[in-house]
Antibody, heavy 125, light 109 residues
Framework: QLQLQESGPGLVKPSETLSLTCTVS??????????WGWIRQPPGKGLEWIGS???????YYNPSLKSRVTISVDTSKNQFSLKLSSVTAADTAVYYC?????????????????WGQGTTVTVSS | DIQMTQSPSSLSASVGDRVTITCRAS??????LNWYQQKPGKAPKLLIY???SLQSGVPSRFSGSGSGTDFTLTISSLQPEDFATYYC???????????FGPGTKVDIK
């Protein structure tokens, strides 16, 4: 059974770079059927997509975060990572990694079918 | 960018009630619409993809409908474990873009 696990510092200082890693177990990150994504949720608020990556390294980012976000993949470790630079208190959130699976019906549809448990990141001095 | 809205933002219901949540997209997204359930302190769970397809393992009391800009999630008979927040998400531009609705919280009347 596929599992995702986020890891990284729970506390980051303002203006510094937030770095998280998602480790994929029970399956290969290099499957052609999936993208891998990062989503965050500020305390008491809704879900915000940060970006997605394919095992080949192709990336897509939320335009509102694009200037500060880098997502990378390490297929040898079955991991993908998030870096968010110049963080402020507004970046305090639970950060989730997820698998984007492609469903083939009449067309191709994507859904996030497997999620990590989430990791809380607080931005504070 | 495609924007998503949901209504209501919250609702109170009793066990056994039929519950309907609405999601609207700012432009036509055909059937590229997913629904998620999130319980406090937990990751979201995919319920419905492609507007009306039930994700494996999800109870049949959950159903989705709609196309274009207007979509509905229906819980035919609310169960105690269904009290949660529900989010719609457009996948029309996925993987290039993903947008979630603001959520609808379902709590106990």
């Amino acid at each position: 059974q596929l599992q995702l696990q986020e890891s990284g510092p729970g506390l980051v200082k303002p203006s510094e770079t937030l770095s998280l890693t998602c480790t994929v177990s029970g399956g290969s990150i290099s499957s052609s059927s999936y993208y891998w994504g990062w989503i965050r949720q500020p305390p008491g608020k809704g879900l915000e997509w940060i970006g997605s990556i394919y095992y080949s390294g192709s990336t897509y980012y939320n335009p509102s975060l694009k200037s500060r976000v880098t997502i990378s993949v390490d297929t040898s470790k079955n991991q993908f990572s998030l870096k968010l630079s110049s963080v402020t208190a507004a970046d305090t959130a639970v950060y989730y990694c997820a698998r984007l699976v492609q469903y083939q019906l009449l067309h191709y549809y994507y859904g996030m079918d497997v999620w990590g448990q989430g990791t809380t990141v607080t931005v504070s001095s | 960018d495609i924007q998503m809205t949901q209504s209501p933002s919250s609702l109170s219901a009793s066990v056994g009630d039929r519950v309907t949540i609405t999601c609207r997209a700012s432009q036509s997204i055909s059937s590229y619409l997913n629904w998620y359930q999130q319980k406090p302190g937990k990751a979201p769970k995919l319920l419905i993809y492609a507007a009306s397809s039930l994700q494996s393992g999800v109870p049949s009391r959950f159903s989705g409908s709609g196309s274009g800009t207007d979509f509905t999630l229906t819980i035919s008979s609310l169960q105690p474990e269904d009290f949660a927040t529900y989010y719609c998400q457009q996948s029309y531009s996925t993987p290039r873009g993903v947008t979630f609705g603001p959520g609808t919280k379902v709590d106990i009347k």
